[in-house]
């Protein structure tokens, strides 16, 4: 049997196998089929790999170190499907990326600091360089760290993950239109909205234009049928106008996000109120290129965003989401704009995974 | 941090996380609390450590070679708890018994023989001796074996597990009211009921003398409420009458189990069509010890199974279940009768966890 050298760590609210892609290779098999073959896939228990079952813990990062001047470290997201032959490779994942520093440092790719070591990483699927930040007193990482996040009772190692320079990567522009504020139709209305694109593209509406509070749950959004219309109409359109696709029909579900924002109260202890809709479906917390184009929409007067604060957002925003605060730091490092955010991570078991000869 | 070896194996339909003793000693923690800190509990998620979030998968063994001289290696199950803080110690689990023999001789614990390899093991939870036989051919395990099982789409090692001497392990007796047949009051009826002890304690009712055909679902049993107290009251007065309570109140949950059997029809390719209820619910196959007693019934005149049987069951039976075929075999060896079934293993992974310094 093949012996595949492993990690497994927890990333954000994420579990991440984590290989180097040398040691994916088989003679006979391609990536995509030893994956599945590791993980137990196709089988909806995955019981008899490591996958866990769910979209969460079914998660692969491959890493190896940057033969590029700009990085540190190139990494690759890999989501294993459970019940089918296929591995995704086509988006980032934001919770995953978060192991990355903390592996390299341990690997002694990047020789720690005194106080912290940043990591320049490079993430292939998005071509999105990410500095991670993270603290090593003394040279060393934490064990295990102290940091806490929504959705995970342990602690973990602190990781900052910046943006570097992430306005209209995928458009050219921050603000695609040419304007920090446009009219959009919704449900017959023009409601205002802000079409940015940084880290990825996103719309954002203000809650009240459209009768919302900003404070919904995800059932008070799944049972208003004719909201969720009118959101994706208003998506589309918006799809159209960013240059994202030529016509309505052609708009892909994923791209563009859709935020709806509110004024914060004193109860919220935060900047922000965020909702966020992402695949048709309001998302348990803020997906992490969200929170990065909603920080740069802070930043410019006149957005929707900007029209919404009482606070100061040239150092970040602190956001409070359906899984609880989001906070987010910018800065401008070396000339260049860099939006970042904080995750955790920490390393669950060092392991060789046990490929069979032949299936 | 600590860095605990484990070793991470399907077996059966379960995947189970492997210790030896001596590496779960952590200074000033039980052996409760690493189990806890390494799977990831509480936490309905499981996200920070090896537990998989499901009954299922939040399982560990831990093995030890054996001092005395009846067994060549001693195991322990523990249920980790997925929401709670706790280890529940109190039983065995017959599908994460069938990694001990691939362990024990992987190890290097037992010599393999050049076909197939015998492994004499003790569980510590029930105190039962299993003996567990795997093929070895030229004195190898084979990889990855091609043992298929309901309910894993892949193949594995096929396990053999013999239950030796199993009658009257809880009782002392296999008839406990000596009589391979009484009478059971069902609903204000008298039915027959064979009321036995081995593997575990078990009574079996004809599923015809209850109004069932034995193929039910779920769902059947399930939506019906006035079956389920009638089928807890037979339970409650067979514990009485085979000496496990001392009072129907008294009587727990768990013990006995109880089974309901019918004639197999051609289309069931089957010598027996079973249902079994466990915890107040139809078990989705059948526990690994009621096929044990199911088959020592088989064996004997004027039970409840025996006039069932258009077969010969003096070695074993073929049992058709919810989840599909279950097979048990029976011998006599050194004068001492052993029950067995067949279920399949694999290993998985080598890991070393890692268990904070403090938490």
Redesign the interface.
Known sequence: ?F?IP?V?M?GG???CWVFEWDNLQVPGKSVDEVLLRLF?S??H?Q????G???S??SKAVILSRSLGEDADVDYTFAQVAIDEHKVDWGSNCGNCSAVVAPYAIERGWVEPGQESTSVRTLNTNTDQLILQKVPTPGGALQ??GTQLIP????P?LPVGMGFLDPAGRTTGKLFPTGEPLDKVTFDGRQVPATLIDAGAPLIILDAASIGLTGHETAADIDSQAALLVHLDDVRRDAAVRMGLAASRAEAERAIPKLAIVATASPDDEADLVVRMLSMGRLHPALAITGSVALTMAAQHEGTVVRDLLATDPSSGLTMRTPAGIVQTWAEVRDGVPVVGTLRSA?????????L??T?
Request: charged share 30%; aromatic share 8%.
């Open positions: 049997m012996k492993a497994w927890r609210t994420s579990k137990g196709p089988d228990r019981v008899d790999g490591v866990g079952g769910t969460t813990t064990d295990p959705g995970v009772p342990f973990g920490r390393r669950i078991a060092d392991a060789e995974l046990l069979p000869q299936w």
